[in-house]
């Protein structure tokens, strides 16, 4: 396993459009999260899963802002209606131990809404 | 509401110069803290996980340490590779797995 990968790397997509990212975590973690990260800013959660479940959602997440994992495998993230406040990197990561959270981070879908 | 901020935003230093960074935190009962590197363009990259006051871990030129209101980060020797973003993050006991990061302290060691 090399690790949690992440795709696209970078998409540009106009105001109003719909996008869609993917991550493929670490095979054997049950856990998966989603941030968003800003120019000077560490990463701000969004969500995450816990197998398939999603356990918490950020009260700062608009309606327009959608996650999926299928099967508590790959996670999709859905931004519909896109905004230039949106441009940021997504950032994806998984866990897995037994009491023991160390995230493993993939490396980041980069968007720029024009 | 769980809160974490790092000092100081940057820091430069001489090659060899050791230093510390600080993390604060407010949380409800902490479930863990946690050191990551960050370089640029690149996902963080784990370091330390520290679970309760007291508790102290190293690796290399790093040492992390924990207090009930605070860790730090000493940085032993530095060398122009340790340059980065190096970020702190906590979960809380009553928030699942929820995770907060600061907002980082920007490390440049000069040679």
């Known amino acids: 396993d090399t690790g949690v990968s992440q795709d696209p790397r970078h998409k540009i997509t106009k105001r109003g459009q719909n996008v869609t990212f993917r991550c493929d975590p670490i095979?054997?973690?049950?856990?998966l999260y989603w941030y968003r990260q800003t120019l000077g800013q560490g990463p701000e959660f969004l969500t995450y899963f816990q197998n398939e479940a999603q356990l918490e959602k950020s009260r700062l997440l608009s309606d327009r802002f959608s996650a999926e994992r299928p099967k508590g495998s790959f996670s999709t993230l859905e931004i519909q209606r896109t905004e230039q406040g949106d441009s940021a990197m997504y950032l994806c990561?998984?866990?897995?131990?037994?009491?023991?959270?160390?995230?493993?981070f993939g490396p980041g879908t980069r968007l720029t809404v024009t | 509401e769980d809160q974490v901020t790092q000092s100081p935003e940057a820091l430069r230093l001489q090659e060899g110069e050791s230093s510390s960074l600080n993390c604060s935190y407010t949380v409800s009962g902490l479930r863990g803290l946690f050191w990551y590197r960050q370089d640029p363009g690149k996902g963080p990259e784990f370091l330390f996980t520290?679970?309760?006051a007291g508790e102290e871990k190293e690796k290399e030129r790093l040492k992390a340490t924990l207090t009930k209101k605070e860790s730090f980060l000493h940085i032993t020797a530095p060398k122009p590779e340790d340059s980065a973003t190096y970020l702190c993050a906590v979960q809380a006991l009553t928030g699942g797995f929820k995770t907060i990061f600061g907002a980082g302290t920007r490390l440049f060691v000069k040679a």
């Open positions: 520290l679970y309760s």
């Open positions: 095979s054997e973690h049950n856990r």
């Open positions: 990561a998984s866990s897995g131990g037994q009491g023991s959270d160390e995230q493993y």
